[in-house]
């Protein structure tokens, strides 16, 4: 009765709402833009070696953007890596993939050493982190994953969930 | 624990303790509903009931200006 009362006044706007059991804000993670941003920080370290100008200011200026996207990107990295760690990694989680934690710090510390050089192996070195990462997040949610090749360069075989319809 | 579509009522307090269930108005995800523990005279952590909850850490700690009453009633949808 009481319940009924108070559903009819919280029809009519009167009750103000909370959240208490929601994974909010939106519960929606994926490490897709993590793996993206990875495959970009090689990208860009190609780029910035094989940039070819004659003009060398042009080619200063082109190692300049490559230098600041790929500190973007691998900041990018560490971002998304660090909220589904963070907000998606709950305890249960955590036990049935204790490994997690050793695998987002390594993930962390090779970003970090994609930033502050140009050294390919790095770049290759964090995307497989990240492939690893992507792995165990989609076995979290019994989808299994398959390695194939990005249809784009570099060119490198990535982590993707395998989906029903 | 509160279940999906409970009304509850909530009430202003000057003193909040471990343990209390919390109406907050959090800086990133509104108003929530969670368990406090570690209450201080400035600030205090949330837990929620639930093992799916949100972590402490990513709600982080809460100024006690943000805390907008305690969990006196409750009452669930009918079954």
Same mark, same amino acid.
């Given at each position: 009765?009481?319940?009924?009362?108070?559903?009819?006044?919280?029809?009519?706007?009167?009750?103000?709402?909370?959240? +208490?059991?929601?994974?909010?804000?939106?519960?929606? *993670?994926?490490?897709?833009?993590?793996?993206?941003?990875?495959?970009?920080?090689?990208?860009?370290?190609?780029?910035?070696?094989?940039?070819?100008?004659?003009?060398?200011?042009?080619?200063?200026?082109?190692?300049?953007?490559?230098?600041?996207?790929?500190?973007?990107?691998?900041?990018?990295?560490?971002?998304?890596?660090?909220?589904?760690?963070?907000?998606?990694?709950?305890?249960?989680?955590?036990?049935?993939?204790?490994?997690?934690?050793?695998?987002?710090?390594?993930?962390?510390?090779?970003?970090?050493?994609?930033?502050?050089?140009?050294?390919?192996?790095?770049?290759?070195?964090?995307?497989?982190?990240?492939?690893?990462?992507?792995?165990?997040?989609?076995?979290?949610?019994?989808?299994?994953?398959?390695?194939?090749?990005?249809?784009?360069?570099?060119?490198?075989?990535?982590?993707?969930?395998?989906?029903?319809? | 624990?509160?279940?999906?579509? +409970?009304?509850?009522?909530?009430?202003?307090?000057?003193? *909040?303790?471990?343990?209390?269930?919390?109406?907050?108005?959090?800086?990133?995800?509104?108003?929530?509903?969670?368990?406090?523990?570690?209450?201080?005279?400035?600030?205090?952590?949330?837990?929620?009931?639930?093992?799916?909850?949100?972590?402490?850490?990513?709600?982080?700690?809460?100024?006690?200006?943000?805390?907008?009453?305690?969990?006196?009633?409750?009452?669930?949808?009918?079954?």
């Amino acid at each position: 009765m009481i319940y009924s009362i108070l559903n009819y006044l919280d029809g009519k706007g009167l009750i103000a709402r909370a959240s +208490a059991h929601c994974d909010i804000p939106c519960g929606i *993670y994926d490490p897709g833009p993590a793996l993206i941003a990875a495959v970009s920080v090689v990208r860009l370290m190609d780029i910035a070696h094989d940039g070819a100008s004659e003009d060398p200011v042009a080619l200063a200026n082109l190692r300049a953007r490559c230098t600041l996207r790929k500190e973007e990107e691998a900041e990018k990295v560490k971002q998304e890596i660090r909220i589904i760690w963070g907000d998606y990694f709950k305890a249960p989680l955590l036990e049935a993939h204790p490994n997690v934690h050793a695998l987002v710090h390594a993930i962390m510390q090779k970003a970090s050493a994609c930033k502050q050089d140009v050294h390919r192996e790095d770049g290759l070195a964090l995307v497989e982190l990240v492939n690893e990462f992507a792995e165990i997040f989609w076995r979290t949610k019994s989808i299994e994953t398959t390695r194939k090749t990005c249809p784009y360069p570099p060119q490198l075989k990535l982590v993707y969930p395998v989906l029903a319809d | 624990m509160l279940s999906p579509g +409970a009304f509850a009522l909530f009430k202003r307090s000057a003193i *909040y303790r471990d343990g209390d269930v919390l109406l907050i108005n959090h800086p990133r995800f509104g108003k929530i509903v969670k368990r406090a523990i570690d209450v201080n005279a400035d600030s205090l952590w949330l837990e929620g009931a639930n093992a799916n909850s949100l972590s402490r850490e990513s709600m982080g700690p809460i100024e006690r200006a943000r805390v907008q009453g305690k969990l006196v009633y409750h009452i669930d949808r009918k079954k």
